[in-house]
């Protein structure tokens, strides 16, 4: 788990924030879906940054040092992280399916006011719903996890399922399944250019089932498990324990979506490959530049010098 936090968060950090830099300036040139894929950027970023605190609490035996509400404010990045990430891989799902299978129809409808404002409402929505975190109780030592499931979680854990993982399962399933059936009844695209459409559409399935699918049935399992034994703390103890060590590496996994994202809707686009392609060959040239002054400064230095030894 280490070593997994840690290499998400080494290249996960410069990743997004490039996407965050080529999703802003494709933003401020209109760009619809670029506003929805810069939220999500932040969301990453802002994630991202507590990882190396999780990464001490794993070091420290699931032992938290850092004081509870340390632990509170980590708990609730991470949670909010999760669903605010599947909500805007729905928004982007929307955002193609109208460009691609209701391209027409779709003109002078896509604005990025109502892009700006429906991702307002996601961090806004989010933040709201898992604000008890906040409330709730923390054994000593340890940081949300190996917590009892009572009613109030069991409920919860049952709402986080539909609403924060079947339901926007369904969306991006279906959207992404009109826009490939758009695609290959299209003559304007080539043999070529269908199988790229499709293989990203596939990757973008792939990576929200990894991803999510796994923390999410785990969640689902333990409120059924509730609702099954019911009054028999014993065996529900006993059930959960069992499922400690495979939810632990369930969570962990979900972390790898912090990488996917940019990787899959960003850094894969013909567009923000020409853009890196120019930065790169800008840096190549500043630093091609940078080689010549130094060379030449060195040259007047020891022209100088000789001109001096010769003087002496």
């Not at 080494?10 to 929805?36: D, E, H």
């Not at 490939?180 to 089932?209: C, M, P, W």
Request: proline share 2%; net charge positive; aromatic share 12%.
């Amino acid at each position: 788990m280490v070593v997994v936090y840690s290499t998400v968060c080494a290249v996960g950090l410069p990743a997004n924030c490039l996407t965050a830099w080529l999703t802003l300036l494709q933003a401020l040139q209109g760009n619809v879906l670029a506003v929805y894929l810069f939220c999500l950027a932040l969301c990453e970023l802002l994630y991202l940054s507590t990882l190396p605190l999780w990464v001490i609490y794993i070091q420290n035996q699931h032992r938290w040092m850092l004081g509870l509400q340390a632990c509170k404010v980590t708990a609730y990045v991470f949670f909010c992280n999760i669903y605010i990430s599947v909500l805007f891989l729905c928004c982007v799902s929307c955002d193609r399916f109208m460009a691609v299978v209701y391209a027409l129809e779709s003109r002078g409808h896509r604005h990025q006011k109502t892009a700006i404002f429906i991702s307002a409402s996601v961090f806004i929505l989010v933040g709201l719903v898992h604000y008890p975190v906040f409330e709730m109780e923390q054994q000593q030592g340890t940081c949300f996890e190996a917590l009892p499931t009572d009613g109030r979680i069991a409920r919860y854990h049952y709402l986080r399922f539909a609403a924060g993982f079947a339901i926007p399962l369904s969306i991006i399933a279906f959207t992404n399944h009109r826009i490939i059936r758009s695609i290959r009844l299209s003559v304007g695209l080539n043999a070529t250019q269908k199988a790229k459409v499709k293989y990203s559409v596939a990757a973008i399935v792939l990576i929200f089932l990894v991803c999510f699918a796994p923390y999410h049935l785990v969640l689902l399992i333990k409120a059924i498990a509730f609702s099954y034994y019911g009054g028999d703390t014993d065996t529900l103890c006993a059930f959960e324990a069992s499922l400690y060590k495979v939810s632990t590496v369930f969570l962990c996994l979900s972390t790898a979506n912090s990488v996917a994202d940019p990787i899959i809707y960003v850094l894969a686009t013909d567009h923000s490959r020409q853009e890196v392609s120019r930065i790169h060959k800008e840096w190549q040239h500043h630093s091609a530049l940078s080689t010549k002054s130094r060379k030449y400064t060195l040259e007047i230095k020891t022209q100088m010098h000789v001109s001096a030894s010769s003087v002496l």
